[in-house]
């Protein structure tokens, strides 16, 4: 870490060069003696990387930021501060700490946290932003994570993970194909805290993840704007009940559904499809969840077909998460082809032809607020829609 880029003058220079193309700045010579070319670079793309993801960091001056792919995969402000809702009790450890995003929330909701992060460079850099941000509770470990805690006898409300998929683990993996291994320390975690909370990747099977651990309370399924970022696991010793999944979407305004696992739900497939009625299309973290039947049940929808996984209702609820269209008028090809101004954003659910194919073919222009949408039902076979937005994701 090199602290002669926090000086007021290199400071102004990342500032002002925000804009500037990155490469030809590592190539150049850097106008400081003491801070390289390379090193400003780092500096700018980090912090461009951080201005929507990370607008705290991104708006507090003197900022150190790590590598890129620190930036890339450490979690946004906005699913922290959901995590930092999850934690339990008034002291915290987080094991994988990495830029202390999320250790600077749950710091603003436990009394206490210990930061911990293998990587000296960037412990010492979560160290130096902390005081920054004014996060004055928390502690930092430049070391290994299960280490420090089998190093103690200290019991914490709540112990955080965030397990590295190794390399070459390949697309499906197991949290046993992840650093740390929480399969095989999972008894050392649960004598040490009231609740664990580990976080995947969204790629990992709910129910291959549920072979794996025990205890497991909750899981979250957390999804921004239609992108599925994280699962959040919820283990508690001596846990013994049903474990509840939890899908939540933090957009605009955050909405929750959820169930119990064998809670299945039922559906009336092959609903009537006509002008003037609402169609439903889940967002990503329910569809993850599998509880399809479960989403007409619970919002009185009606599903289009069995492998469509897109409903029906002659009355708007709101509160459903996920976007709605009114329904304008069904097409067929014949009347897409004699349209010369085709608009409309393309959808396919279900459809024997990909999108950039039908966009093609039909000339479509895309449209912010008309959509057109090609599936199938149960009833009518291959459905053409054109629809107008009624609520975003």
């Known amino acids: ?22 490469h030809t700045i590592a190539m150049a010579k850097s106008p400081f003696p003491l801070v ?20 705290s960091w991104f708006n507090t001056t003197g900022i150190l930021y790590p590598s890129l792919l620190s930036i890339e995969q450490c979690s946004s402000e906005t699913t ?6 999850l934690a339990k009790g008034i002291n915290l450890i987080d094991l994988t700490g990495g830029f202390g995003v999320d250790s600077y929330y749950f710091s603003k909701s436990t009394a206490s946290v210990t930061h911990c992060e293998i990587n000296e460079d960037l412990s010492a850099i979560a160290a130096h932003n902390a005081p920054l941000l004014k996060q004055q509770n928390t502690d930092f470990v430049a070391g290994d994570g299960l280490a420090f805690i089998k190093s103690n006898e200290t019991r914490y409300g709540t112990v955080y993970i965030d397990p590295a998929r190794r390399s070459g683990s390949g697309k499906v993996f197991m949290l046993k194909d992840c650093t740390p291994d929480v399969t095989t320390n999972m008894d050392l975690l649960l004598d040490r805290a009231e609740r664990i909370l580990i976080k995947t990747a969204p790629l990992l099977d709910i129910t291959a993840g549920m ?3 025990n205890h497991v309370a909750e899981i979250h399924i957390v999804s921004v704007k239609n992108e599925c970022k994280e699962l959040i696991w919820v283990v508690e010793p001596g846990h013994v009940g049903k474990t509840k999944i939890v899908c939540s979407t933090l957009n605009a305004e955050q909405k929750q559904f959820s169930f119990f696992i064998g809670e299945e739900g039922t559906a009336t497939t092959g609903g009537t499809v006509t002008p003037g009625t609402y169609l439903y299309e889940p967002d990503v973290a329910l569809l993850k969840s599998g509880a399809f039947n479960l989403i007409a049940d619970r919002y009185k929808l009606q599903k289009f077909h069995s492998q469509t996984q897109l409903y029906i209702s002659s009355e708007i609820h709101t509160e459903f998460p996920g976007r709605i269209f009114k329904i304008e008028e069904l097409l067929s090809s014949a009347t897409l082809k004699k349209e010369k101004e085709l608009k409309g954003s393309v959808i396919v659910r279900n459809y024997p032809d990909k999108a950039a194919l039908l966009v093609n073919k039909y000339r479509i222009t895309p449209d912010d607020h008309q959509f057109i949408i090609f599936t199938q039902s149960a009833s009518d076979g291959k459905l053409i829609i054109r629809g107008t937005i009624i609520q975003h994701y």
Do not use: C, F, R
């Not at 090193?39 to 201005?51: H, R, T, V, W």
């Not at 922290?80 to 809702?85: C, R, V």
């Open 80 to 85: 922290a501060a959901y995590k930092a809702g």
């Open 211 to 213: 072979k794996e651990l």
């Open 36 to 55: 390289s070319g390379q090193e400003l670079s780092a500096q700018i793309a980090a912090k461009k990387k951080s201005a929507k993801k990370l607008p």
């Open 1 to 22: 870490m090199n602290k002669h880029i926090t000086d007021i003058a290199v400071q102004e220079y990342i500032q002002k060069h925000l804009h500037a193309d990155v």
